[in-house]
């Protein structure tokens, strides 16, 4: 995206009172700047209704306390300056921005410093193109929850997410996919993998990958129309062998993945239905059709989040690797014309 966002009309509201959008700045020497202190969210609104905004909210929080300091707002005040601030907007359809930081009160490292707070309201429409993404696989993994506060959206992982974004656009990808510590399929950069095999849904476990609320969202729409879904750790070989992918958030809603490496995928029949579901869950006007309206608890997302993962030699790097090469070399033999049989004497 070209935008410089940093210039744009209406307001921000900052630290509780609106303010001119150029006037929504911060110290170059805040803890957030020079030390990821800082969380944020990524919220949609549609029909000028924020979705699962309690949720979101909730986990804005929990981000915040995870990393060790408090958002000096409650969740009554936080929901009510998101609503004030879409409503100034005066987008229908939007996305919104909350973000927190410490402040410059201390140049060491510390906990101890005023959080400041924010939250924009832009416009936004896609994500990514919805002609279905590529996908490289990144060679940085994602750190499990021995290294990092997984659960929180905070600056701090989004540092290598956001460099294998950036070296797969390079490469001509749209996107990275992650594996995990231990070799598993993660994530894409910043949203959630799905995939579909001989008609089951199945996405990676919540180890290293964020426990996304679409991603709860489209387990609940597989259960609500009896699809077999399963959360589990998902391999690269299964990623190879699925029928369809896509990945999934609050920013990617549901888009289909029709490449990884250099495997193709059609967008398949489950994609579409899921898809369809979600984008009338999400809609106040539509919601009656999907049969769902009621906000989940984000709290309750998270018991979903553990670590089950066990190194296994399957998903060792260089088997891995060797596995990314006969896949390609099977891709290339199907894609000749077949040879004539060499008759036995
Ligand atoms: N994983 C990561 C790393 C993300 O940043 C996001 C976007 N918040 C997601 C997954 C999807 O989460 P959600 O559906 O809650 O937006």
Request: charged share 25%; hydrophobic share 40%.
């Amino acid at each position: 995206m070209n935008t410089d966002f940093s210039q744009k009309d209406g307001k921000i509201w900052l630290d509780g009172v609106l303010v001119e959008w150029a006037d929504a700045r911060a110290h170059v020497l805040t803890q957030g700047l020079n030390y990821a202190g800082s969380v944020f969210e990524g919220i949609r609104a549609y029909e000028g209704e924020a979705f699962r905004l309690a949720d979101h909210i909730q986990r804005f929080q929990t981000s915040a306390a995870l990393m060790g300091f408090k958002i000096p707002y409650s969740a009554e005040e936080m929901e009510s300056a998101c609503k004030t601030i879409l409503k100034h907007s005066g987008l229908s359809e939007a996305y919104i921005r909350p973000v927190a930081w410490r402040g410059a009160d201390r140049l060491e490292l510390s906990q101890e410093c005023r959080v400041h707070c924010a939250i924009a309201c832009l416009e936004w429409t896609s994500y990514f193109r919805e002609d279905g993404i590529s996908l490289q696989i990144a060679k940085y993994r994602k750190p499990g929850p021995r290294f990092a506060q997984v659960q929180s959206k905070t600056a701090a992982n989004y540092a290598m997410p956001a460099l294998a974004k950036s070296e797969a656009e390079k490469a001509g990808y749209d996107d990275a996919l992650m594996l995990d510590d231990a070799g598993y399929i993660a994530e894409a950069t910043a949203s959630n993998i799905f995939l579909v095999q001989r008609g089951i849904v199945k996405t990676s476990l919540p180890a290293a990958a964020l426990a996304g609320i679409t991603r709860a969202e489209i387990l609940d729409i597989c259960r609500r129309h009896d699809i077999p879904c399963e959360e589990t750790n998902l391999t690269i070989k299964e990623v190879f062998e699925a029928d369809e992918v896509f990945v999934c958030g609050t920013a990617a809603e549901i888009t289909a993945v029709a490449r990884v490496e250099t495997k193709s995928y059609k967008c398949g029949p489950l994609t579409n239905f899921l898809r369809s579901e979600y984008l009338n869950l999400v809609r106040p006007s539509q919601r009656s059709k999907s049969g769902k309206g009621e906000s989940l608890k984000y709290a309750e997302l998270l018991t979903h989040s553990r670590d089950e993962r066990s190194y296994d030699i399957a998903t060792d790097p260089l088997i891995h690797e060797a596995w990314l090469r006969t896949r390609n070399k099977m891709d290339e033999a199907a894609d000749e014309p077949a040879k004539p049989q060499a008759k036995r004497a």
